[in-house]
């Protein structure tokens, strides 16, 4: 945050517009690049917390799969906030057999 | 004598309106007076305008189209500068050569302007369609022009991609109409912003200059009067870097003096 951007705050005035500029471009950059339309790639997003949420419980509300874009290499970040693993299930105890028991 | 060494050069942006003919014109001219054989080569023929910026406009007879279909001798469909003769224009050919022109063509073309100049200059059309991929057929490297506004960096983001994907480089980055105050005032995009989120290297900085209009309504490019204004020096630079010198980029926040400038600089320190 720059001198500007206090006293703008201050006086109750609208931010300085490069700023917004500079993140509204890295934004549309990233999608253009990757060429994913929005759609897609929210179907990937759910795909993926779909997956993620069979073995852990994420936070859903504070969960998010972006498109950042940084030296023109585009990377999918996934920031997924863990509540606890889900524990796994019971592996299922062998019933007793006659052979077991013959064995033993 | 075929000049091997010859760079092919495109100049492009993606968004019409950016400057690229305006550089074109500057860059030949400057290149010429600097001694370097060079032909611009209008590629933007759906609406070509680098013969008006030249003063060139009541001298084009020919274009690349009677030269590909060998009703005249290249030499006959160049037209040279009067004050530059270092300098020579060849239109690529007028709108219903949209149809036939092909990728091939304009190679063929550029290769026999490589056989008598030092650069050969292309000015691509604006979009990325058809017009600009035939122009891009015929470069080797690439100067992108763009503006620091939102609509011009997204589409020369586009350029550069398609500039990758054919192997054209090295790509440098032109920066025209910067408003230094503007960019003080954090109104408008930073220059390390551009060149942050387009990853290229900075080739030249032109400032918002109203010298630009001046000179396109006489034909004369600044580069060919002096360098008395600012984009004219601008241009110049951008010549001289291309012919390898080292000479420094100009800082848009010292391009202002004074207490205004010096309270300018104060607000753009992060504080945190």
Redesign the interface.
Known sequence: ????D??NKLLGRQP????T??Q???L??AH??SDLNPELLQQMRREILEVVSRYVEIDFEEGDVTLETE??VTALVANLPIRRAKLPAPAPIPEPTLENELSS | MAATSTRYILICSGKGGVGKTTLTANLGIALAKQGARTAVLDADFGLRNLDLLLGLENRIVYTAQEVLAETCRLEQALVKHKQEPNLALLPAGNPRMLEWLQPDDMRMIAAMLGEQFDYVLIDAPAGIEGGFKNAMAAAREAIVVTTP??SA??DA??V??LL?SEGVKPIQLVLNRVRPKM?A??????VS?VTD???LPLLGLVLEDEQVIVSTNRGEPLTLTGNSSPAGRAYTNVARRLQGEEVPLIDPSKERQGLRATIGR???????
């Open positions: 945050m720059t001198l500007l206090v006293i300085a517009s490069a700023n500029a500079k509204r471009l890295q549309v950059l253009d690049r030296d023109r | 506004e939102v960096v997204r983001d586009r550069i991609g990758n960019m005032n954090q109104e408008m995009l930073a912003d989120i387009l990853a104060l607000m753009q320190t992060r504080i945190f």
